[in-house]
């Protein structure tokens, strides 16, 4: 089974910063990797596939990079709609997520 | 747009089965994989099983002994069953769309939290 880590678990940070996070797969999935936006009692958002691919109505802010087995998701200038838990997925399998907070 | 709406039983005992109905609107049915997914109260996402509009199903090994999902394409709509649930599986349960030949989910719906307990 592919496993996806994702670092770091929580992020602090303040409104415009330029944020990234990680997501490792465990082997090569190519480009197959989506990244999902969670606010608290919502579900979650889907942001960007296929590694880089910017989901219809989601802010140019949010950039997807990466292949084979490591992936970023960047936030150019944080938002305070921003502040949420941020997912990677593929095929079966999610991260354990990464909590960004404001500082 | 697609949206998904779903619904089901909120508060079980152990042992009983959980049962969730996801009916989908807008969008087509056929071409798609239909999906269910939890999440545990401050945990993350778990992926249980889907099902395409002819039947096709796949399941997550760890729950596939207790899974059942099916599809009723004349309602649009399709249901999970989970039975002999524990505690462990209070969560928050979501319907999902996965576009064929996709590996990501676009489309949610509300979620439902079921709560298992005596």
């Given at each position: 089974d592919i496993q996806m880590t994702q670092s770091p678990s929580t992020l602090s940070a303040s409104v415009g910063d330029r944020v990234t996070i990680t997501c490792r797969a465990s082997?090569?999935?190519?480009?197959?990797l989506a990244w999902y936006q969670q606010i608290p009692g919502k579900a979650p958002k889907l942001l960007?596939?296929?590694?880089s691919t910017l989901q219809s109505?989601?802010?140019?802010?949010f950039s997807g990079s990466g292949s084979g087995t490591e992936f970023n998701l960047t936030i150019s200038s944080l938002q305070r709609d921003d502040f949420a838990t941020y997912y990677c997925q593929h095929w079966d399998t999610f991260g354990q997520g990464t909590k960004l907070e404001i500082k | 747009q697609v949206q998904l709406q779903q619904w089901g039983a909120g508060l079980l005992k152990p042992s009983e089965t959980l049962a969730l109905t996801c009916a989908v609107y807008g969008?087509?049915?056929?071409?798609n994989y239909w999906s269910w997914i939890r999440q545990p109260p401050g945990k993350g996402l778990e992926w249980i099983g889907e099902i395409n509009h002819g039947g096709s199903t796949n399941y997550n090994a760890s729950l596939r002994s207790r899974v059942i999902i099916s599809v009723d394409t004349s309602k649009n709509q399709f249901s999970l069953r989970l039975s002999?649930?524990?505690?462990?599986?209070t969560a928050v349960y979501y319907c999902a769309r996965r576009v064929a030949?996709?590996?990501?989910?676009?489309s949610w719906g509300q979620g439902t939290l079921v709560t298992v307990s005596s």
């Open positions: 082997q090569s999935i190519n480009n197959w960007i596939y296929q590694a109505g989601v802010p140019s802010r | 969008g087509s049915f056929s071409g002999s649930v524990t505690a462990a599986d030949a996709a590996y990501n989910f676009d």
